[in-house]
């Protein structure tokens, strides 16, 4: 036995279990998401979900994916496609299938919060105008997150073709600063929450789904990168257990807290407040050019 066959051995007889529970963390990934994005573009808001948010999130998703793609197992199973059969290869490059699936999740819900953002103020927040973001946070944060990608596929290219040798502590550099990114990306969400007092655009399900989700697919990968793949499946621990502080804070405001199922009403009611107190000024003021003979008869 060479030593291909040594370092692809694991690839040709993967565990069904194994293979089986990798192909429920691609779906669940996609699917926990789907309440978000569906939530986002039925309410037509993005309203509560802080762009700071965001912005961690997509880039951590990046330099994440970036960690998945250097790893030197990741290579070795990549490399070995050529020695073993097309449902062995794909076993092999679930790990990186399942970190794209969470980034293109994130781009998802960045076009759709960018798109819906809300351009009207709201009167009855308690954030001052100064604090609340702009839409032009919201375009300057997509821009951002954009060029980060670019720029992290061109630098791991470059490393990988360039500098073989260092690959792996490029990757072990992008899996910690991605750790450090997830470990802070709830931060400002937690504490857009917490000033709203409200979930606002949020989704519930999609944290329900995600939180203990999250420690299962760590589990996963660490069973496939073993303790050198510390850098990839931590993160999803610090995520995991921080998110499901959002999670505690959204379920409370939402079912217990003062505003409880009114969370999601700003931007339909804000709207329809704007136009009765436009109406109730012109009534004070008195009849214009443009008012109705009819209703002054009445």
């Known amino acids: 036995m060479g030593p291909s066959d040594l370092q692809c051995g694991h690839l040709v007889s993967?565990?069904?279990m194994n293979f089986v529970l990798s192909i429920l963390i691609v779906l669940g990934i996609l699917f926990s998401y789907l309440p978000q994005l569906i939530r986002?573009?039925?309410l037509r808001s993005s309203f509560g979900i802080s762009p700071y948010f965001v912005l961690l999130g997509t880039t951590s998703a990046t330099f994440a994916l970036a960690n998945m793609v250097s790893q030197q197992?990741?290579?070795q199973d990549a490399a070995?496609?050529?020695?073993v059969s097309g449902l062995s290869c794909f076993a092999g490059l679930l790990g990186i299938l399942q970190v794209a699936t969470q980034l293109?999740?994130?781009f998802a819900i960045l076009a759709l919060?960018?798109?819906f953002f809300p351009r009207e103020k709201s009167p009855s927040l308690s954030l001052s105008p100064k604090e609340e973001p702009t839409y032009r946070t919201a375009l300057v944060v997509a821009f951002i997150c954009i060029v980060h990608a670019a720029v992290m596929l061109i630098v791991t290219l470059a490393v990988g073709f360039k500098m073989p040798s260092s690959l792996q502590s490029w990757s072990n550099f992008c899996g910690v600063t991605a750790a450090i990114l997830a470990s802070i990306q709830y931060f400002p969400q937690i504490y857009t929450t917490l000033r709203l007092r409200c979930v606002g655009s949020l989704s519930i399900p999609m944290m329900c789904i995600q939180t203990p989700g999250g420690l299962v697919w760590a589990g996963?990968?660490?069973a496939r990168l073993g303790s050198k793949g510390w850098s990839t499946w931590g993160i999803l621990i610090v995520t995991a257990c921080l998110q499901g502080t959002l999670l505690v804070l959204?379920?409370?405001f939402e079912y217990l807290g003062p505003n409880k199922g009114h969370s999601h009403d700003y931007n339909k009611d804000t709207a329809r407040s704007q136009s009765a107190e436009s109406s109730d000024v012109q009534d004070e003021d008195g009849p214009y050019e443009e008012t109705p003979l009819l209703r002054e008869s009445r």
């Open 113 to 115: 919060f960018v798109v």
């Open 220 to 222: 996963s990968l660490a």
């Open 40 to 42: 986002i573009a039925a």
């Open 104 to 106: 293109l999740s994130f």
């Open 73 to 75: 197992q990741t290579l």
């Open 250 to 252: 959204s379920v409370f």
């Open 14 to 16: 993967p565990g069904v």
């Open 80 to 83: 070995c496609c050529k020695d």
